[in-house]
């Protein structure tokens, strides 16, 4: 690089001693005859500047021999002057000089780097065009011919990730960057050192950890799908069998936010029918059978039925089921299973079918814009309330707590599933099952009504047993075991056991988990 600078350092040296060699020689010659018009060496100068600009004023001009031979040999540099000039225009506004200027004069805006122009990528950006008006959508890769103009303002733009932060200059926030394909922060090149530059990280990954240090954070796009999926279309009260067919990825999402949030009443007795490979399902969550009725519809509690065989051979669940779940990882798989129900099946329930485009008249779930969102991604609007659960529980003992980006993945899954389930602990005070987001104004009725009812024993038994019966499917659901005392190393729990068997303090702890929506009204608020 220095060699380089060197060479191109000389070689303007010699441009301008030729230019002023030229100058002197024009200057000399011009000014010995008293009839030349370019008597001082500011005239040779003029002359020459209108001249290889290809301007030619014509109030100047030489009348020697020499000076002649000098205005001829400017008039051919002008010409090939002006054939660098404009390939340099160009070569400034088709190469990376055009947005690195766009950049620089947008340091104001928040960036968001995206290092492909995927569908997802696509999505994403367009999503937060349209709910933050100072974005600014960079690409760190050009669009290809095939691909569509994006309907938003961009950069496409495949310099080194570092060069395009310092234009940055500290100004605002900080860059946001998305890896969008899964796992890609491990083997895409743009990935490199990201822990060392001023920006915010969220790669895409196919575990479900949701951080890994410092600014890297990860997001589970099946997780998003399956929070995305229940919060829009939640269990209903007359829903007793669910079938889920396909239990890839997607469908072990979809079944772990049903275990963890579908708590609505103690006397609920829901029968899930998976049809799919769930060897490894079952190997790493080998508890659930403590809670669940494994392999067999029970009247008494959830049951969890693994079909071995194909959905097609179970004609009778299918007829007779309250909601069907098609969430194939294969999307056209999907959807000719969809097409074959509904063409062959006499299906009284509904159908909901996963499709990565949003689909008229027909109930699906997981299209990449409802996927895609900065709720979902950056998780600051989705992850609130279980933020602000932490804070309050912080706030609340004596002892030193973590913060919220602090907390390992357990503790981090714990509050997630207990603000997840204060969505359902809202619907159930205000028997609404059409609410889907926690505003301040539907917690506050559901407190208010929570107040009102608690004062009855049996409503407050009630309302302790719901949340029992929520937190012990979350330990379950990650192996713990009962344990004399609390041990996280051995996952150990004195209260996992059966509600009865509780003694009325841990009962009377289960009330927090209520008197909470008056604390997160007020903080929403």
């Known amino acids: ?126 999503n937060i065009y349209r709910e933050d008006p100072k974005a600014l959508i960079i690409y760190g890769e050009r669009r290809s011919i095939q691909s569509e103009i994006p309907n938003y303002p961009c950069v496409y733009l495949s310099a080194p990730l570092d060069r395009i932060v310092v234009k940055k200059k500290g100004i605002g926030a900080k860059c946001k960057v998305f890896l969008m394909k899964e796992n890609d922060i491990g083997v895409n090149r743009r990935a490199v050192n990201l822990h060392e530059l001023p920006v915010e990280v969220y790669a895409r990954t196919t575990n479900g950890q949701d951080k890994l240090s410092g600014n890297i954070n990860f997001f589970h796009s099946y997780e998003c799908c399956a929070r995305q999926y229940w919060r829009s279309k939640p269990l209903r009260r007359h829903e007793n069998t669910i079938v889920l067919i396909g239990f890839g990825k997607y469908g072990g999402s979809i079944l772990e936010r049903a275990i963890l949030t579908n708590v609505i009443s103690i006397e609920q007795h829901v029968a899930y029918h998976i049809f799919g490979d769930a060897e490894e399902f079952l190997a790493v969550h080998d508890c659930l059978g403590e809670l669940f009725s494994m392999n067999e519809e029970s009247e008494t509690r959830d049951s969890l039925i693994f079909h071995n065989e194909t959905w097609a051979r179970n004609r009778r669940i299918l007829e007779r089921a309250d909601r069907i779940i098609i969430c194939d990882d294969d999307e056209q798989n999907g959807w000719s299973i969809f097409w074959t129900l509904n063409k062959y099946y006499r299906i009284s329930g509904r159908i909901d079918l996963r499709s990565s485009w949003r689909v008229p008249d027909i109930s699906y779930f997981g299209a990449n814009e409802d996927i895609y969102t900065p709720q979902q991604i950056i998780r600051t609007s989705l992850n609130k309330a279980a933020v602000m659960i932490n804070d309050i529980f912080r706030r609340a003992v004596s002892y030193p707590t973590k913060d919220w980006n602090d907390l390992d993945d357990l503790h981090r899954q714990s509050k997630i599933a207990a603000a997840d389930h204060l969505l359902m602990k809202t619907r159930l005070l205000l028997e609404d099952e059409e609410i889907t987001e926690l505003s301040a104004d539907a917690v506050k009725k559901a407190y208010d009504r929570y107040r009102k009812t608690k004062s009855s024993e049996t409503a407050r038994e009630t309302y302790r047993k719901l949340d029992h019966m929520r937190w012990l499917r979350f330990y379950i659901f990650y192996n713990w075991r009962y344990g004399p005392y609390r041990d996280d190393g051995a996952r150990q729990h004195p209260m996992l056991c059966r509600y009865e068997e509780l003694t009325p303090e841990q009962r009377q702890e289960r009330d927090a988990a209520w008197e909470l929506m008056g604390m997160i009204y007020a903080e929403l608020e």
């Open 1 to 126: 690089m220095k060699a380089r600078k060197k060479i191109y350092l000389c070689l303007i040296a010699a441009v301008l001693l030729v230019y002023i060699a030229l100058l002197t020689i024009l200057y000399c010659s011009e000014s010995a005859n008293n009839n030349a018009m370019i008597q001082t060496f500011g005239d040779a100068f003029w002359y020459s500047i209108v001249t290889l600009t290809t301007v030619g004023y014509g109030d100047l001009i030489p009348v020697t021999p020499l000076g002649h031979a000098v205005g001829m040999i400017f008039l051919f540099l002008s010409a090939g002057i002006m054939v660098t000039m404009l390939g340099a225009v160009i070569s400034f506004i088709t190469s990376e000089g055009m947005p690195f200027l766009m950049l620089s004069l947008q340091r104001h805006k928040n960036w968001y780097y995206f290092a492909d122009c995927g569908v997802e990528s696509d999505a994403l950006a367009g």
